[in-house]
Nanobody, 122 residues
Framework: EVQLVESGGGLVQPGGSLRLSCVAS????????MNWVRQAPGKEREGLLC??????GTTYADSVKGRFTISRDETKVSLQMNSLTPEDTATYYC?????????????????WGKGTLVTVSS
């Protein structure tokens, strides 16, 4: 079965850090770009970062520049989130357009995980 499974979400205090992971199965994960996308309550989905097949990162969202970092290894893609604020509260999804590069803007995504909830609150 082709799927993406996110983990690592939870409750964190403002200023804290959290690391999300996404494990892929059922397809050749290392041949495609991977993205992190989030959706806050009552808001549209927001593409955050992308990492290409070769490990080149692209940041789409100004709101996370300098705070969030995307990385990948042979089995998973990760999102390191630092200096979290309540505005980062959202469900975080990993997704892929099944390309080998990151587009200039977030794509529509062909494959999505089910998401992991991050809540930033004191």
């Amino acid at each position: 079965e082709v799927q993406l499974v996110e983990s690592g979400g939870g409750l964190v205090q403002p200023g804290g850090s959290l690391r999300l992971s996404c494990v892929a199965s059922g397809f050749t994960f290392d041949e495609y770009e991977m993205n992190w996308v989030r959706q806050a309550p009552g808001k549209e989905r927001e593409g955050l970062l992308c990492i290409s097949m070769n490990g080149d990162g692209t940041t789409y969202a100004d709101s996370v520049k300098g705070r969030f970092t995307i990385s990948r290894d042979e089995t998973k893609v990760s999102l390191q989130m630092n200096s979290l604020t309540p505005e980062d509260t959202a469900t975080y999804y990993c997704a892929t357009d099944m390309l080998d590069y990151c587009s200039d803007v977030p794509g529509p995504m062909d494959l999505w995980g089910k998401g992991t909830l991050v809540t930033v609150s004191s």
